[in-house]
């Protein structure tokens, strides 16, 4: 009769577990922009109480202090990263504007000269400048772009607020969101939001790491090569590598571009040359990195991604990683071991 009643306790809890993984995908399609805001502050918070962190153990702060000190830190990375390197990039982009025609024209000569190019050729417009917009078309979207920029900016806000206001004192929120369960299971709850909090902050490292080591790379390669605009677009493999799977690929779109300004062969070689660091980073750099921190799976990684940005868009593309690793812990601490494990012994 007890081995029932256990039996029946375990198939309850799956049930409600399964339900409130449907739920969270429920809401995540109804009102997911509001929940993947909140996680990006979570994930930014966690980041932030990283670096205090940090200081309260190197430096034997106060936390509050720490905290402080971990926002300047971060904020001033920000504020150097613009001043130091945003003219550099601004400059290579009117660089790259000025050059673009003439690779557009390099681009239909060679397609000039299949049957397939001449069919597409055909297609496009002979007048580059009927590819940019109007002035009519600038003034009508101009407000749209306006409030666009407004929302934009918006949610940076929330998410900065939300972040140091989790940061400033985590306590208040993991025990709250803990009495929501009976006391029975709240140690268990709290044990597991730690273990969520461990898990993104190993792999908001390892992350950082491997963009840092793509992009830095990225940069120097194209330098020695001789490709225009290597420090624009090691910057931007930097940024889109947060983007696992999809993101650094999306980054040779950019750098083909750009090689097409100077030649065919210089587009070339340029892609040639980012397929063989990415070859590198995806099989080398990312095991040892992500082995040490958080393993995810890659085709459930991917799987995820795509899910969420069909229900999301870019936001949840963006945030589909860390989520994902999330779900893992929960799903592996609540259903895998306190549930399917439980009492169970282990074959030796």
């Excluded at 996680?39 to 980041?47: E, I, N, P, T």
């Excluded at 306006?146 to 306590?171: G, Y």
């Excluded at 803990?178 to 268990?188: E, G, Q, V």
């Excluded at 229900?311 to 779900?327: D, K, R, S, T």
Aim: charged share 10%; hydrophobic share 60%.
């Amino acid at each position: 009769m007890a081995d029932l009643s256990s039996f029946a306790k375990r198939v309850a809890l799956a049930a409600f577990i399964i339900l409130l993984i449907a739920s969270a995908f429920y809401m995540l399609g109804k009102h997911g922009y509001f929940f993947l805001l909140v996680f990006a502050g979570v994930l930014l918070a966690v980041l932030l109480s990283g670096i205090a962190e940090w200081f309260e153990n190197k430096l034997h702060l106060k936390h509050g202090l720490a905290l402080f000190l971990a926002v300047l830190l971060f904020f001033g990375v920000l504020v150097g990263a613009f001043y130091f390197i945003v003219p550099t990039v601004s400059k290579q982009i009117q660089e790259m504007q000025q050059t673009l025609p003439s690779a557009i024209r390099k681009i239909q000569d060679w397609l000039q000269g299949f049957g397939v190019g001449q069919k597409l050729m055909n297609k496009v417009p002979q007048n580059m400048s009927d590819l940019l917009p109007q002035d009519q078309s600038i003034f009508s979207k101009f407000s749209s772009i306006f409030s666009a920029t407004l929302s934009v900016l918006a949610d940076i806000v929330i998410v900065v607020v939300t972040a140091i206001f989790l940061a400033a004192n985590p306590k208040l929120y993991t025990v709250g969101f803990s009495k929501l369960f009976p006391i029975r299971h709240r140690s268990r709850v709290m044990q597991v939001l730690g273990k969520c909090y461990n898990t993104l902050k190993l792999w908001l490292l390892a992350m950082l790491l491997a963009m840092t080591i793509i992009g830095v790379s990225t940069a120097i390669s194209y330098s020695l090569l001789g490709l225009p605009l290597a420090l624009a677009l090691g910057i931007i493999t930097f940024l889109l590598a947060f983007i696992p799977n999809i993101g650094p690929w999306l980054a040779a779109i950019p750098a083909g571009l750009v090689g097409l300004t100077v030649s065919p062969q210089m587009a070339l070689y340029a892609l040639l040359l980012y397929g063989a660091i990415q070859m590198v980073e995806t099989y080398a750099i990312t095991p040892i990195i992500f082995q040490k921190t958080v393993d995810l799976p890659p085709a459930l990684l991917l799987f995820f991604q795509v899910l969420l940005g069909i229900l999301q868009g870019a936001i949840g593309l963006l945030l589909a990683a860390p989520l994902l690793a999330v779900v893992m812990v929960v799903v592996n601490e609540l259903y895998v071991k306190d549930v399917l494990e439980k009492g169970q012994v282990q074959p030796s």
